[in-house]
Structures are given as structure tokens and as C-alpha cells.
């Protein structure tokens, strides 16, 4: 990033904070290693540009919304088609119902689908049907898994067990709410059975990220998904699977399809409208058909559905089930991966990296498997933050989240030469790290 570059972004920031609260538009968009947002001027395909049009290859890639990469063709075409409708809201068309079609035979759970607009949104709706159809109140999560930014979700375990009353992780959350929330750790399956007799008839649902990728990526033990629905159903508790992140990444029908287990309902975001603001939730009929106006469960919402996401979502959907993306994906995210791994093997860097599809964490300061959330946040963020300003300063670009292990990821749009490009810019990080930790 050229001095100017950094000039103008901190005369943008000085300006954002005499309007925006906090500077930013979205807490997560200020990134804790640069103290201050980073500014695009705009994208195109695996790149971001600065404000001084500098080109830096995006390992974010909008918190992975942009599966595609950035202003995909045939996304750009669905929208402008969306334009020239006249950019409906609130209307139902025949594209609404040809997407829901289309949901309905790859995700494996989808029996009924509806769309929301947010991850949040479509996650709290699905607590709301599984409360109403079990006649039950409390919700069971995961530490560190994330469902959004709604009240249910604004806990941490308050110790290691999972035995004490949650803590609320925002300010304005009652403790209170804290009574209806259980926590568990990820990947275990003696605390997770604990929890499940401890509360006993009063758990309406389990609610889970079947990858936790909110962790950088942490994928289930084996047998792991399958021992919550085989228990959950044993308990007549409804299972969740969280796929805004997980869905589309490995495989056309998400970690359900990849795992072969299957939920009641799901949830779907970020990369089905390739970066269109678009959520969905999909399901079994019976529990999806309880949702007004046929049912008594309240969903509706002037912005459910905005044509133009619901055009760049068929689109999306109509790049992916192309022959061979996912085999090619695979192949990609493997190899890279791999030399990845070796490049800080080399260097003497300690750094465990976990992917799965188009997804990844790195994790440093240890060489083991992170399995569990704990882990993953006890890992060493400083070293973490030298390799991110290292790669930044060679146009390489990770987003930061504080205190937070955070994710990254590529798209379809990072071929070979775009993943050869990053190596070599890591494999220099890389070595400068060894470099100053000898020093």
C-alpha cells in the first residue's frame, strides 16, 4: 500500500467518525490490524482495489459471500434484468418460485423454502418454528458458533462445562435471556449428551454450524453430525444446521450433503446471491408450512425476496451446478492447502491450517488440530496480525477480527495462477516471521 494510499484512508477514517458510528457502517468492517476500515474503490473478479486503485488478491472475499468472485457476468446480467423490471419489492414473480424449485432439489433438507434477508433474520425464524412446533422454550448452541447478531445468539459459556447460566457477549441483552440458552462445546459428544438430560423435555432445538467456520474452519469429528440428529430425534428436538457460511462451499447441497446428514431446517446466505444481500430458509414441509399465512408463525418482511438478489441468486445457482465446478474446487482448495501448510512447515512458523472447499482459518502458534473452540481463540493473535500487515504490504488481503479467530477464503475466480500468486507472497511472509522470531 503506497503512502498516499495510506493518507487517503486515514483522511477518509478522520471523516467517517464525524458521522458514522464508530467510523464504520458495520462493526465487523473495521479491521482491528489497520485501526480503520479498509476502503475499496471496487472489485472485479479474485481482486480488490484501494482507494488509489492499488490491486490486492481478496482472501475475504465479502466474509464469503462472493463465491463467484466479484461482479461475476452472468450475476451482473441477472441484475441488470432486475433493473430493467423496475426493481420489484414486495412482489412475488415466477423467479421467486423457479429459485425455490431449485433450492428444493439440491439442499438436501429442503422440502418448503422462504426467503429472508439476513443470516439473523432466517436463523431466529427457525428458533421461532421450532418453539412452536415442540411446545418447548430453551435452545442449545455451541460455544463460539455463530447465528447471527439477535439476542439468542449473544452468549458465551460461562465456564468450559457449559453448566452455568450464559453470559451475554453485548451490551442490552438481559441475563435472563440467558436462562432459555444452553452451550456445549463443539465436538463433544459426552457434554453434549449431559446437556440433553440435564434439560430434558425443554430443549426445542440444537442449532449448530455443521463446519464451524466462524472459528477459521473446524470441521465435525467423524460421526460426529450424525450423533446430534440420531439424539435429537431420539429427543424430539428440532436440529439446525446453520449453513450461511458451510452452504455452497464443499459441494453443491452444503456440509449436509457433504456429510450425507440431515437436518429439519436449515439456513442459507452469504454465497447464494454471489454478495446480494439474500438468506433462506429451507426445511421439512410439515415444520415449514407452520409459517404464516398458512400457519401461526409470524414471517414476512417488505425486502424478503428483493427481486434483484432473487435473480443473482438463480444465477449463482445456475454457475454452480455447472459440470465440474465442485471436483475442480476440490482440487484447488486441496493442493493450496497443502503447500500452504508445507510453506510454514518450512519456515519453522508454527501455524496449523484447517480448509475445507473454498474456506480456511489459520491458526498460529500451535501445530495440532483445533477441534475446538477454545483452541482456536487461545491461538497466538500477534503473530497472527505480523502475518496479515505482511501479506497486506505485498497486496495479499486477510481480514482481521478482534479477538476473534476469523476466516478466510477464495473463490471460483482464484485459478491456479491467482493461488501460485498468494504462495509466493506467504512463503515471503513466512520467512520474515522466522526471521524476526530468531532475532
Known amino acids: 500500500?503506497?503512502?498516499?494510499?495510506?493518507?487517503?484512508?486515514?483522511?477518509?477514517?478522520?471523516?467517517?467518525?464525524?458521522?458514522?458510528?464508530?467510523?464504520?457502517?458495520?462493526?465487523?468492517?473495521?479491521?482491528?490490524?489497520?485501526?480503520?476500515?479498509?476502503?475499496?474503490?471496487?472489485?472485479?473478479?479474485?481482486?480488490?482495489?484501494?482507494?488509489?486503485?492499488?490491486?490486492?488478491?481478496?482472501?475475504?472475499?465479502?466474509?464469503?459471500?462472493?463465491?463467484?468472485?466479484?461482479?461475476?457476468p452472468a450475476v451482473n446480467e441477472a441484475v441488470q434484468a432486475g433493473l430493467a423490471a423496475g426493481i420489484l419489492t414486495a412482489s412475488e414473480t415466477e423467479h421467486h418460485v423457479r429459485l425455490a424449485t431449485t433450492l428444493c432439489r439440491v439442499i438436501p433438507c429442503a422440502e418448503?423454502?422462504?426467503?429472508?434477508?439476513?443470516?439473523?433474520?432466517?436463523?431466529?425464524?427457525?428458533?421461532?418454528l421450532a418453539r412452536h412446533v415442540t411446545g418447548r422454550r430453551k435452545l442449545l448452541t455451541f460455544a463460539g458458533h455463530f447465528h447471527g447478531l439477535a439476542e439468542p445468539f449473544?452468549?458465551?459459556?460461562?465456564?468450559?462445562?457449559?453448566?452455568?447460566?450464559?453470559?451475554?457477549?453485548?451490551?442490552?441483552?438481559?441475563?435472563?435471556?440467558?436462562?432459555?440458552?444452553?452451550?456445549?462445546?463443539?465436538?463433544?459428544?459426552d457434554a453434549f449428551d449431559h446437556a440433553l438430560t440435564r434439560h430434558r423435555g425443554e430443549l426445542a432445538a440444537v442449532i449448530c454450524e455443521p463446519v464451524h467456520y466462524n472459528?477459521?474452519?473446524?470441521?465435525?469429528?467423524?460421526?460426529?453430525?450424525?450423533?446430534?440428529r440420531r439424539r435429537t430425534q431420539e429427543e424430539g428436538i428440532v436440529l439446525i444446521f446453520d449453513e450461511v457460511l458451510s452452504g455452497f462451499r464443499m459441494a453443491l447441497g452444503g456440509a449436509q450433503a457433504y456429510y450425507g446428514v440431515t437436518p429439519d431446517l436449515c439456513t442459507l446466505a452469504k454465497a447464494v446471491a454471489n454478495g446480494l444481500p439474500m438468506?433462506?430458509?429451507?426445511?421439512?414441509?410439515?415444520?415449514?408450512?407452520?409459517?404464516?399465512?398458512?400457519?401461526?408463525?409470524?414471517?414476512?418482511?417488505?425486502?424478503?425476496?428483493?427481486?434483484?438478489?432473487?435473480?443473482?441468486?438463480?444465477?449463482?445457482?445456475?454457475a454452480l451446478e455447472a459440470?465440474?465446478?465442485?471436483?475442480?474446487?476440490?482440487?484447488?482448495?486441496e493442493r493450496f492447502y497443502g503447500e500452504l501448510q508445507?510453506?510454514?512447515d518450512r519456515a519453522g512458523v508454527p501455524a496449523r491450517v484447517q480448509g475445507l472447499g473454498a474456506r480456511f482459518g489459520l491458526y498460529f502458534g500451535r501445530r495440532e488440530p483445533v477441534?475446538?473452540?477454545?483452541?482456536?481463540?487461545?491461538?497466538?493473535?500477534?503473530?497472527?496480525?505480523?502475518?496479515?500487515?505482511?501479506?497486506?504490504?505485498?497486496?495479499?488481503?486477510?481480514?482481521?477480527?478482534?479477538?476473534?479467530?476469523?476466516?478466510?477464503?477464495?473463490?471460483?475466480?482464484?485459478?491456479?495462477?491467482?493461488?501460485?500468486?498468494a504462495l509466493t507472497v506467504i512463503e515471503n511472509v513466512a520467512r520474515e516471521l522466522a526471521r524476526q522470531r530468531e532475532a
Open 1 to 72: 500500500m503506497s503512502q498516499s494510499g495510506l493518507t487517503a484512508a486515514a483522511q477518509l477514517y478522520d471523516q467517517a467518525r464525524q458521522s458514522l458510528a464508530g467510523g464504520v457502517t458495520a462493526g465487523l468492517r473495521w479491521h482491528p490490524y489497520l485501526s480503520r476500515p479498509f476502503y475499496a474503490s471496487r472489485a472485479q473478479g479474485p481482486y480488490l482495489y484501494d482507494l488509489e486503485g492499488e490491486r490486492y488478491l481478496d482472501f475475504n472475499m465479502a466474509n464469503g459471500a462472493v463465491l463467484l468472485g466479484h461482479g461475476h
Open 112 to 128: 418448503r423454502v422462504r426467503f429472508a434477508v439476513t443470516g439473523t433474520e432466517a436463523a431466529m425464524v427457525a428458533v421461532r
Open 154 to 189: 449473544l452468549f458465551r459459556p460461562a465456564d468450559q462445562t457449559g453448566s452455568g447460566l450464559p453470559i451475554p457477549v453485548s451490551g442490552g441483552v438481559p441475563d435472563t435471556y440467558g436462562q432459555d440458552v444452553v452451550i456445549v462445546p463443539w465436538n463433544d459428544p
Open 215 to 228: 472459528a477459521g474452519c473446524i470441521p465435525p469429528q467423524p460421526g460426529f453430525l450424525a450423533y446430534l
Open 279 to 318: 438468506a433462506v430458509l429451507c426445511g421439512r414441509a410439515d415444520l415449514m408450512e407452520q409459517l404464516s399465512p398458512g400457519g401461526p408463525v409470524a414471517h414476512s418482511g417488505t425486502y424478503s425476496g428483493q427481486l434483484l438478489s432473487v435473480l443473482a441468486a438463480r444465477a449463482t445457482l445456475e
Open 323 to 333: 459440470p465440474g465446478v465442485y471436483e475442480e474446487l476440490g482440487r484447488r482448495a
Open 342 to 344: 508445507s510453506i510454514f
Open 371 to 421: 477441534v475446538t473452540w477454545a483452541e482456536a481463540v487461545a491461538c497466538d493473535q500477534a503473530l497472527h496480525r505480523r502475518f496479515v500487515l505482511g501479506c497486506l504490504r505485498r497486496g495479499l488481503y486477510f481480514h482481521a477480527y478482534a479477538g476473534l479467530p476469523g476466516h478466510a477464503g477464495f473463490s471460483l475466480a482464484h485459478d491456479d495462477d491467482c493461488l501460485d500468486e
